[in-house]
């Protein structure tokens, strides 16, 4: 993927553009009336900084750096209400991810800020490194990423919720729960960044 | 005029609606023998089911008036009732056509006098009305109805009741043993008018027709305003008969939608803002919300846009809600984005009409009709033999289904005189 370039006249629609070709959905998105069902029928949408409708409104006047600096495309719950209600089948969904992808690449501070990004981020060292979600690891890594007073002050906050947790079962003490044959997982997960690396 | 050797100049006009009946009109009253089939029991189609036309809000009645009286004066045109198509074979100037009628259980010299609907007991959903009430078994089917003639609905044919119908009619028109029949027409030219069909509000899942209480459809709203309707023109709500002072209007609802109809269907703009100004008439604290997407009022329709506009208790929200949900009154209550102010809101009313749009009647697969991606049959010119007129062709109003119903007409002349245009003409 090339990095996606910042308008810098009135009505440059080179970001757009981008937006159009390279993020997954793009080219559907192109379709958007602006009737505003995606926002509507977002179970997130009053707390989100825009709505997917003005979001992507503001992909066409150009806004990239408000865009990815958004909390839109952290806060997408993958609900797909709005994919299955908008009346051009734009893809929201993907969309907003893609662009949380973009943020990343790009290196902008909200995409290392964000709670979902720092969660995302503990998500996948879990899933990556066992094939499994470890609660204690995820939650540690993500609460951690706060610092270390904020990582033990919301430790410890949560620490009924770990010991009921553990109690009931839901949760085990020792070491990680791990898939079978890690090593074809790992093998998976290097094609698919290499075939990423190849198309985009 | 030259005919080419075509066998038939007879023009047959499928559907009795406003354009089926222009058509058969026009081209009869320019010479040509028409044959006007209708698969109901009456002309008028959905016109008929209109309370009043936009935008100058006068009553069907008056234009489907005229076009009764030209069609009864004109014996160049044969009207057949509860009759449809089966099957076309042949070319232009000589088709063969399969008709198959329903019975009517009443016969053609019916003088609708009404002793056979006193007589009937059981009651049977109004067609007329959308099902919204409901008619005695022997019934007229609108008080404008022609031919004027009683139908017998075939559930009391076969019992006592039917006997008893049957026995009431003084001039023993009521036939219980009518039976469908099937027969060959031949023709020159075949023009659809088949019209539309609302758009099915319980396939707008998100919208709740019929979950919801109190939303309808703008195709029931008519028949509520409507003096012979099922409130006799009072616009009260389904549930409970209570007068609605808080209304939404909703636009879109199934058309510009690639999940449903992926066209606008150009009519319901100006039907919902009509629905204003009736709610308006009749209620003058009443406030009407209308939800839409970009309002399309186009031409000499503007003019209406910007009377109801004018009016402080219609509001404007340029928004297509995403739901409609029970609110805890037990009402409707419609929850979106506002894409002007960017709120997200979730207002209760008292009624909720959807905006269904125009869907074609045309089935696919249907015999002879060349259809277009929206499921609309193509108006072929005059080279061709089978054309279409009005909402068959694609979603119009009543004034532009008249205007294509004329055009119709005049291209199925030129198929059956194989005259093209005036330098013809010897």
């Avoid at chain 2, 703008?218 to 012979?228: C, K, Q, T």
Wanted: proline share 5%; hydrophobic share 40%.
């Amino acid at each position: 993927m090339n990095a996606a370039p910042t308008p810098t006249r009135k009505y440059d629609l080179s970001f757009a553009r981008y937006v159009y070709q390279n993020i997954d959905g793009g080219d559907r998105m192109a379709k958007c009336m602006q009737c505003g069902t995606c926002s509507g029928s977002c179970p997130l949408g009053d707390q989100m900084d825009y709505g997917p409708r003005k979001l992507f409104m503001m992909i066409r006047a150009g806004m990239k750096e408000a865009v990815l600096t958004s909390n839109t495309i952290w806060n997408c719950v993958s609900c797909y209400n709005c994919v299955v209600r908008c009346p051009r089948k734009v893809p929201v969904t993907y969309i907003l991810h893609d662009l949380a992808t973009l943020a990343v690449k790009e290196g902008y501070e909200q995409a290392k800020t964000a709670i979902n990004a720092r969660f995302a981020k503990a998500f996948w060292w879990s899933a990556a490194r066992w094939g499994r979600t470890d609660e204690r690891l995820v939650t540690a890594i993500y609460y951690f990423s706060f610092g270390l007073s904020q990582g033990m002050k919301m430790s410890l906050a949560n620490l009924k919720i770990a010991q009921a947790m553990v109690k009931t079962k839901r949760m085990h003490l020792g070491m990680p729960h791990k898939i079978k044959n890690g090593g074809d997982l790992k093998a998976i997960l290097a094609k698919a960044a290499e075939i990423q690396a190849r198309d985009h | 005029m030259t005919s080419e050797g075509l066998r038939s100049q007879t023009i047959l006009v499928v559907g009795g609606g406003i354009g089926g009946m222009t058509t058969a009109v026009e081209a009869a009253e320019a010479g040509y023998d028409v044959i006007l089939l209708e698969k109901s029991a009456t002309l008028g189609g959905r016109v008929a089911q209109l309370s009043r036309y936009f935008p100058k809000l006068c009553h069907p009645t008056c234009g489907l008036e005229i076009n009764f009286q030209r069609i009864k004066k004109n014996r160049r045109i044969k009207v057949m009732t509860m009759t449809s198509v089966a099957g076309v074979e042949g070319t232009r100037g000589d088709y063969s056509v399969t008709v198959t009628t329903t019975p009517r259980h009443v016969k053609a010299n019916c003088t609708a006098c009404g002793d056979c609907g006193r007589a009937a007991e059981s009651m049977v959903p109004s067609p007329f009305n959308y099902g919204m009430d409901t008619v005695k078994a022997a019934y007229l089917p609108h008080e404008m109805a022609f031919p004027q003639f009683y139908v017998v609905d075939p559930s009391v044919v076969g019992t006592p009741e039917g006997e008893k119908i049957a026995a009431a009619c003084k001039i023993g028109a009521v036939d219980l043993a009518a039976k469908p029949e099937t027969f060959q027409l031949t023709v020159g030219a075949i023009v659809w008018a088949t019209g539309w069909q609302p758009y099915d509000p319980a396939k707008i899942t998100t919208y709740g027709h019929g979950r919801v209480p109190n939303v309808i459809t703008n195709v029931e709203m008519e028949r509520l305003a409507a003096h012979d309707g099922p409130t006799h023109g009072k616009i009260l709500r389904p549930s409970d008969g209570k007068e609605p002072k808080k209304v939404a209007l909703i636009q879109c609802a199934g058309s510009r939608d690639n999940n449903h109809l992926a066209y606008c269907s150009r009519i319901c703009c100006l039907a919902s803002m009509k629905h204003a100004a009736y709610l308006r008439e009749q209620y003058a604290d009443a406030e009407v919300d209308i939800y839409y997407i970009d309002i399309r009022a186009h031409d000499k329709l503007e003019a209406f846009y910007r009377k109801i506009k004018a009016d402080p208790q219609v509001n404007w929200i340029k928004s297509k809600p995403s739901r409609i949900e029970v609110a805890e009154d037990g009402g409707p209550m419609v929850c979106g984005e506002n894409t002007l102010t960017r709120e997200i809101y979730a207002k209760s009313y008292d009624l909720v009409v959807l905006a269904t749009g125009m869907q074609s009647s045309v089935k696919a697969g249907a015999p002879a009709a060349e259809m277009d991606d929206y499921g609309f049959v193509v108006p072929h010119d005059g080279s061709a033999g089978i054309g279409s007129a009005g909402v068959a062709s694609g979603p119009l109003d009543v004034s532009m289904t008249v205007q294509s119903a004329t055009a119709a007409a005049l291209r199925a002349i030129q198929a059956v005189s194989g005259v093209r245009n005036a330098s013809e003409v010897s």
